[in-house]
């Protein structure tokens, strides 16, 4: 039986969300490693701290699953993010042979970190990841290299209660420094139907 969800602000979509523990920066369970070294030579921006001083928030809803990132993003997190690590596993991911990636809630363009769980979840790679998803968050940075900064908002959405499940749906919202809509969009994702017909045994 699912939890009952727990109505928020409204999110475009007339929708509601399910209740949620909130965690500021990497959680104990997110794997993050605080002693890891530069990737690619120069150590990246979100490396020593995930939050950014605080302008990124992740949250995990009741069953411990990634579930939310808000953030202000300003032009010193360009491209200070880091790849996803190979070593982390988000719940329900198959790997690249199901055309499944690691996502990041927050794009490595915007300086999201990979070396972190609550920034991953499993994600179908192509379209979805690349180019769906990709195309908006390049919006986003575009705007925020014209204005300055944005605040930017992922929600995942998912059908049931168990810990392992991958996210039915992807809610996408970023508005600039004036409040205009940069991105108000909801992705379908695909590794969620992989993940019932795996359930179904219709799926090696």
Excluded at 68 to 97: K, N
Excluded at 137 to 148: C, F, M, R, T, W
């Amino acid at each position: 039986m699912m939890t009952p969800p727990t109505p928020l602000a409204p999110s475009g979509r007339g929708g509601t969300r399910q209740p949620v523990d909130r965690t500021y920066g990497a959680s104990a369970a997110g794997g993050t490693d605080a002693g890891a070294g530069p990737r690619h030579g120069a150590r990246a921006g979100c490396e020593a701290d995930p939050t950014w001083g605080g302008r990124v928030t992740f949250t995990r809803d009741a069953h411990g699953r990634p579930y939310e990132m808000s953030a202000t993003i300003t032009r010193d997190m360009f491209d200070e993010g880091t790849e996803a690590r190979g070593s982390l596993r988000p719940p329900g991911f198959l790997g690249g042979d199901y055309n499944q990636a690691r996502g990041h809630l927050l794009a490595r363009m915007l300086g999201g970190s990979g070396d972190t769980l609550d920034n991953l979840f499993a994600i179908t790679q192509n379209p979805t990841n690349t180019q769906d998803m990709r195309d908006w968050e390049q919006a986003i940075y575009n705007s925020v290299k014209k204005h300055g900064h944005a605040t930017y908002n992922v929600y995942l959405e998912y059908s049931d209660d168990k810990k392992d499940s991958v996210p039915k749906y992807i809610q996408l919202e970023a508005y600039d420094r004036h409040g205009k809509v940069i991105v108000d969009t909801m992705l379908d994702n695909p590794a969620w139907n992989q993940q019932q017909r795996r359930r179904q045994g219709l799926l090696p």
